[in-house]
């Protein structure tokens, strides 16, 4: 109950496109989903989060989509580009008490000029 | 404001031996939490301090540890290292909202 599902594992985008990382999760009690980009040799760095009062929340050319009842949740990178080429995490916490992250299994994206 | 600092940024070890990993919050961040990531196991989450104190533990063995200082930084320890102890431990700082700061990572090395 945990866990967070993390899909795909990897992805290849075209300069331009959209690239689109999704994650599941079981724990209902879950109030807080960050998404972290990584860089290899840096730590995670904080990309985007959401809490489940809202379905979505804009920064930039950074999207997350949350569906409550599905219990799903989803990056949307508009207009990739090679300077987003990275590893993507997300995560989901229960805030009570703790800032305890469990962290998905990542997508290593790709965008080739 | 400076980032999260953590000291230092590569160790190499010996098995058997033990090791002790510094992390500096973010000013007035009271919240320190360690993760460590390996290729195989992903992050996977180790303990967090508020406040000098213990507030949650990972499934890790005994022998990782931590603790917390007045000033709100904090240190890890892992005694008799293992080789599989070779991972990227980074720590995490909170302030009173929800967000969470990671630092650079130690990449520490056993062989």
């Known amino acids: 109950q945990q866990q967070v599902k993390q899909s795909p594992q990897s992805l290849i985008v075209q300069k331009g496109g959209i690239s689109i990382i999704n994650c599941a999760y079981e724990?209902?009690?879950?109030?807080?989903f960050p998404w972290y980009q990584q860089f290899p040799g840096k730590g995670p760095a904080l990309l985007i989060a959401?809490?489940?009062?809202?379905s979505e929340k804009k920064e930039g050319r950074f999207t997350i989509s949350f569906n409550k009842s599905a219990k799903q949740f989803s990056l949307h990178i508009m207009d990739s580009q090679p300077g987003d080429s990275a590893t993507y995490f997300c995560?989901?916490?229960?805030?009570?008490?703790?800032?305890?992250?469990?962290f998905g299994t990542g997508t290593r994206l790709q965008v080739f000029p | 404001k400076a980032g999260v600092t953590q000291t230092p940024r590569y160790l190499i070890k010996t098995r058997g031996q033990q090791v002790t990993l510094s992390c500096s919050p973010i000013?007035?961040?009271?919240?320190v939490s360690w993760y460590q990531q390996t290729p195989g196991q992903g992050l996977q989450f180790l303990f967090e301090?508020?406040?000098?104190?213990?507030?949650n533990k990972g499934n890790f063995p005994g022998r990782f540890s931590g603790r917390q200082f007045s000033n709100s930084r904090s240190e890890m320890n892992v005694s008799t290292l293992e080789l599989g102890d070779s991972a990227l431990y980074l720590c995490?700082?909170?302030?009173?909202?929800?967000?969470?700061?990671f630092g650079p990572g130690t990449r520490l090395t056993v062989t």
């Open positions: 301090y508020f406040s000098e104190t213990q507030r």
């Open positions: 995560a989901a916490s229960r805030r009570y008490n703790t800032d305890k992250l469990i």
């Open positions: 995490a700082s909170g302030g009173t909202g929800y967000e969470q700061y």
């Open positions: 000013s007035g961040h009271r919240s």
């Open positions: 959401i809490r489940p009062d809202v």
């Open positions: 724990n209902t009690a879950f109030d807080y």
